[in-house]
């Protein structure tokens, strides 16, 4: 399932940015070499960076 159609970013792909540091949209841009076009993903990818990055920050404290 594609997360931004605009960029054909998949949501395994989106994971994965976000398993190799992405706390922002942007940086999952960034690591797949390309930009924000329409915007319509980013609240999409701002919710899985939310509910996966999270957890993680607590365990660490
Ligand atoms: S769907 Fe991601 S920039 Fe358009």
Known sequence: M???NCNGIRERCVQAAISRGARQPCEIFHQHRC???CGRCVEDMQAMI???ARPLYQTQC
């Open 50 to 52: 939310d509910s996966l």
């Open 35 to 37: 930009k924000a076009q």
């Open 2 to 4: 594609f997360v931004c």
